[in-house]
């Protein structure tokens, strides 16, 4: 991909060979062996991991390490554009099958048995267990917070416990590569298309997998960030759940809106299918 587009990209940064990347490892390690030591020192503490971009890699691998050794995960998971893929892009050994059971048993592992220590109502003010962790105006169903021009909101509060959201953005051009094709970018769709042959001279056999389909039950969630307007508004994040399509007919069809061959040569275009949000 990199003798590809060099020469015809005004800026190639980007692109050169990048370092071997064991240190993904080794970082992920570390970040299972944090959640280990706090659960040691404090075990009813609640932990949210914030993965953005390689990140979220490092943050789904070291909930695969605790898990396989029969500890506890974080509580919550916040995948921001992720590059983990449900595609088998060129040259890619693992299968989409593969990748999808991945993800599904790791979401799986965070999600099933949500640690519900302390219950929301001991945070209250004046409680034993409140430790200054919420304001007078907070109740486990509901809290207040000022707006961007000063005034008082109320909005529901939620147990986010035992949950995993995705946010991806169709606008970043970087997940969108063609050895990458990204859930950061492309979402995760209702159900995925696989092929494949028992032997190399054997008829194609041919079906579809339940991604969404099977992850929405499972209290994983995702939701679309876009600068694009529609019906000249913002598209709200934070909708009720509804399915919203990756692009408009009269939108861009790749990432980012780019149309010169840099990007039509390097890009996956965006479907027209909905995500499920």
């Given amino acids: 991909m990199t003798a590809t587009i060099q020469p015809v990209a005004s800026d190639f940064t980007y692109f050169g060979k990048a370092p071997p990347r064991r240190y ?15 659960r040691r020192l404090a075990p009813d503490d609640t932990i949210t991991i914030m993965g953005h971009s390689q990140g979220t890699l490092i943050t789904l691998l070291a909930q695969a390490m605790l898990a396989d050794r029969r500890q506890r995960c974080a509580d919550c998971l916040i995948l921001v554009d992720s590059p983990y893929s449900l595609l088998e892009p060129k040259g890619e050994e693992q299968t989409t099958q593969a990748k999808l059971r991945t993800l ?21 003010v004046g409680q034993p267990g409140y430790g200054g962790r919420t304001g007078h105006g907070w109740t486990p169903s509901q809290g207040t917070r000022l707006d961007a021009e000063g005034k008082q909101i109320v909005f529901a509060e939620r147990d986010n416990r035992g949950k995993v959201y995705l946010y991806f953005c169709p606008q970043d051009t970087t997940v969108a590569l063609d050895q990458v094709q990204g859930i950061g970018t492309y979402g995760v769709p209702d159900t995925v298309h696989v092929a494949w042959k028992r032997k190399f ?11 969404m389909d099977a992850l ?3 209290r994983f969630h995702q939701r679309m960030w876009t600068k694009l307007l529609r019906g000249g508004k913002p598209v709200a994040v934070g909708l009720p759940p509804r399915h919203i399509p990756l692009r408009m007919e009269d939108e861009a069809r790749y990432p980012g809106g780019g149309v010169a061959p840099a990007t039509t040569l390097s890009q996956t275009p965006l479907p027209q299918e909905g995500r499920y949000i």
């Fill in 216 to 218: 929405k039950d499972m």
């Fill in 104 to 124: 599904i048993n790791i979401v799986n592992a965070v999600t099933t048995k949500p640690y519900a220590r302390p219950s929301l109502s001991e945070l209250q």
């Fill in 24 to 38: 993904f490892v080794l970082a992920a390690e570390r970040l299972a062996m944090l959640v280990s030591e706090i």
């Fill in 201 to 211: 001279y054997s008829t194609e056999r041919t079906a579809s997998l339940p991604a």
